[in-house]
Antibody, heavy 121, light 108 residues
């Protein structure tokens, strides 16, 4: 059974760096075709795709946030980390990580429960 | 970036009625890369359709997807109470991946 869980701070001050960790189980991020993505959702708004990392370390980023995002994986710990620099109140959102296996479907088949992050002074 | 525009913004229907949701892309999307998600309040999104027309695991047969190129549709043949939610389309074919703004299906 595939599971994912996001963790990180609930409150971050403006201009600080936000570090979110996705800890997963039931799959290996070294298996061909597997990827983990990050998606966020401001309160009452739509989903926004942020970044994605694949088994072969291929990394993709949202162009509008590219300069502020870094996505990395630690296959030994079954974790994917998303770092966002210089946060602003507009970054207040629920952040989700999600699993993909492109050998099965090009979509996010399994999602974490999400973690709410508030950016405020 | 490939902008996805969903319509209508809100669909007010009664249980038992048919729902038809539209997702229009600004650039052509290969069908393999078009997905639909359902999201209920306070919950994470749930994959409903992938590859434009394939139902995800555990999704009832009343859900169906169709379309190609720039126009895609999610249909729910007979709405059940648990189907009232917000639905998002997503394209995974070109980076950056993008989501539509969502269609809310509400009880009339």
């Amino acid at each position: 059974q595939i599971t994912l869980k996001e963790s990180g701070p609930t409150l971050v001050r403006p201009t600080q760096t936000l570090t979110l960790t996705c800890t997963f189980g039931g799959f290996s991020l070294s298996s061909s075709g597997v990827g983990v993505g990050w998606i966020r959702q401001p309160p009452g708004k739509a989903l926004e795709w942020l970044a994605l990392i694949y088994w072969d370390d291929d990394k993709r980023y949202s162009p509008s946030l590219r300069s502020r995002l870094i996505i990395t994986k630690d296959t030994s710990k079954n974790q994917v980390v998303l770092t966002m620099t210089n946060v602003d109140p507009v970054d207040t959102a629920t952040y989700y990580c999600a699993h993909r296996n492109i050998r099965l479907e090009y979509a996010f088949a399994i999602w974490g429960q999400g973690t709410m992050v508030t950016v405020s002074s | 970036e490939n902008v996805l525009t969903q319509s209508p913004g809100t669909l007010s229907l009664s249980p038992g009625e048919r729902a038809t949701l539209s997702c229009r892309a600004s650039q052509s999307v290969t069908s393999e890369y078009l997905a639909w998600y359902q999201q209920k309040p306070g919950q994470a999104p749930r994959l409903v359709i992938y590859g434009a027309s394939s139902r995800a695991t555990g999704i009832p047969a009343r859900f169906s997807g169709s379309g190609s190129g720039t126009d895609f549709t999610l249909s729910i043949s007979r709405l059940e109470p648990e189907d009232f939610a917000v639905y998002y389309c997503q394209q995974c074919g070109n980076s950056p991946e993008t989501f539509g703004q969502g269609t809310r299906v509400e009880i009339k």
